[in-house]
């Protein structure tokens, strides 16, 4: 997998969009882009992914440049409860299989009120 | 569906005891993943399993421990003898993997401690 660099640690206001950056400067054609996020003492959890086109759902937005070397993941709004660390993993599509994947330390956000 | 459920949510034990962790995946999802957490190392992979079947066990830090998958619906974890080091949060997490989506599910955790 394509190594991720991601900002320790940052800070939004309640109400703001928090815009969290990912770095992946040597991702390969078919790796996806994938984000999770851990809330303080829970297990991991899915939010989003893409190849090479914008996604939305109904937790965030991933904006993805288009020569695909970084992503920003966006909360438009902001609430104190999505304060936790945000992990940015690429990963290849292995048709009908699995790959391993690193976490990495991801980006501690802090929204404040 | 309530999700991966793992039990026990903390567990305290001795030096040179047995720990076994339990995870029951999502039902219908093929793949069931153990991990680690701990402050220094942050979260690894430790076994992997595909209907079943354990795949990649690379992560498994010493024969101490051990995983089984008696069934799709049910695996465990078991350290034995446990040591100090062994205190972390250990995740279960399962999948489905359906054409690109490799979204990954995770329990609650179990924290375990040993004195």
């Known amino acids: 997998d394509a190594k991720t660099t991601q900002p320790t640690s940052m800070d939004c206001a309640e109400g703001r969009a928090a815009n969290l950056p990912c770095n992946h400067s040597?991702?390969?054609?078919?790796?996806?882009v994938y984000w999770y996020r851990q809330i303080h003492s829970q297990g991991p959890q899915y939010i989003i992914h893409?190849?090479?086109n914008n996604e939305t759902n109904e937790m965030a937005s991933l904006i993805i440049t288009e020569d695909r070397k970084s992503s920003t993941l966006i909360l438009p709004h902001a609430t104190l409860r999505d304060t936790a660390v945000y992990y940015c993993i690429v990963r290849s599509r292995v048709p009908g299989g699995y790959q391993k994947v690193t976490f990495g330390t991801g980006t501690k956000l802090q929204v404040i009120p | 569906d309530a999700g991966v459920i793992q039990s026990p949510r903390h567990e305290v034990t001795e030096m040179g005891q047995e720990v076994t962790l339990r995870c029951k995946p999502i039902?219908?999802?093929?793949?069931l993943f153990w991990y680690r957490q701990t402050m220094m190392r942050g979260l690894e992979l430790l076994i992997y399993?595909?209907?079943?079947?354990?795949?990649?066990d690379s992560g498994m830090p010493e024969d101490r421990f051990s995983a089984k998958m008696p069934n799709a619906s049910f695996s465990t974890l078991k350290i034995q003898p446990s040591e100090p080091r062994d205190s972390a949060v250990y995740f279960c997490a399962s999948s489905l993997v359906a054409g690109d989506s490799y979204e990954q599910y995770f329990g609650p955790g179990t924290r375990l401690t040993v004195t």
């Open positions: 040597t991702i390969s054609g078919n790796e996806y």
């Open positions: 399993f595909n209907n079943n079947v354990p795949i990649d």
């Open positions: 893409g190849l090479k």
């Open positions: 039902s219908g999802h093929d793949y």
